[in-house]
């Protein structure tokens, strides 16, 4: 399947002149039927185009994917969009706070399944294995959970693993919905300190992190975004996202069906 480009990703930045623009997703299959128009704010195509910049040679994801049954027709219904934990799938993301959260989206859906949260790192044996568990309310749209003080601290140089889990129905976990990624705790960079200490918004936060390829950090900001500022740096950090993802083109799918939204 071919995955149509964003032919534009949208972002505000303090100082930047500002616009009001509509941006067109191409219609992608099987996700999209339609062209579908955004609202967003824009700026210089040139700027744009910074929301996410990965860091040079990411670490490659290890070992075993317990992902199962992750698009549509699932419990959640065939809804156009599907659930979707945001966050790169073959390469470790990055986040540099011992206590980061973590973004999904999950589509409507007449009922209210159960959710959990996991975090997995690895055991003495270098297996992946539970080290913290909530359990979470489905709620339609973008998601965020914060690692609480509960949970024990990160560490650097682990390959962390975060999970969200729809139990379809709970007498055949079997039948769940569990999507993973994997991540580790970094050091920020003094380029990373110096664009935080002049962000003033939610916004300039996010991009001062995605510019300098910390991706968790960067979409925790913005996520749940309710300023048109926000919302357009979602939709360029999921974009972004999306034209590296290659690798897994109905991912890709999602995270440009996303970046409309």
Not at 25 to 34: D, E, G, K, N, V
Not at 56 to 78: A, F, I, L, M
Not at 146 to 161: K, T
Not at 178 to 199: D, G, I, K, Y
């Amino acid at each position: 399947m071919t995955v149509p480009r964003l032919i534009v990703a949208a972002i505000t930045v303090a100082g930047a002149t500002t616009l009001s623009t509509t941006v067109t997703l191409l219609s992608i299959q099987p996700r999209l039927t339609a062209a579908t128009p955004v609202k967003v704010t824009a700026i210089h195509p040139s700027t744009a185009n910074k929301a996410f910049r990965p860091p040079n040679n990411p670490r490659r994801r290890s070992g075993y994917r317990t992902t199962t049954g992750t698009r549509q027709g699932s419990c959640v219904g065939d809804s156009e969009t599907a659930f979707t934990i945001l966050g790169p799938s073959e390469t470790m993301g990055l986040t540099a706070s011992t206590r980061p959260s973590f973004a999904w989206y999950l589509p409507p859906s007449e009922t209210a399944y159960p959710v959990q949260f996991r975090l997995l790192a690895p055991n003495e044996r270098g297996i992946p294995a539970p080290i913290y568990t909530t359990d979470l309310d489905y709620a339609d749209g973008f998601n965020t959970y914060q690692l609480p003080a509960e949970a024990a601290a990160l560490s650097p140089g682990i390959e962390y693993r975060w999970q969200i889990v729809v139990v379809c129905d709970a007498g055949y976990l079997s039948r769940s919905l569990n999507q993973e990624r994997s991540f580790e705790l970094v050091s920020p960079s003094t380029e990373l300190q110096q664009s935080l200490a002049t962000a003033t918004t939610a916004a300039e936060q996010a991009l001062a992190y995605g510019e300098n390829g910390v991706w968790y950090d960067a979409i925790a900001q913005v996520a749940q975004a309710n300023t048109s500022q926000s919302i357009a740096v979602r939709q360029a950090l999921l974009a972004a996202l999306a034209e590296i993802e290659s690798e897994d083109e109905l991912f890709q799918a999602d995270l440009l069906q996303l970046s409309a939204q």
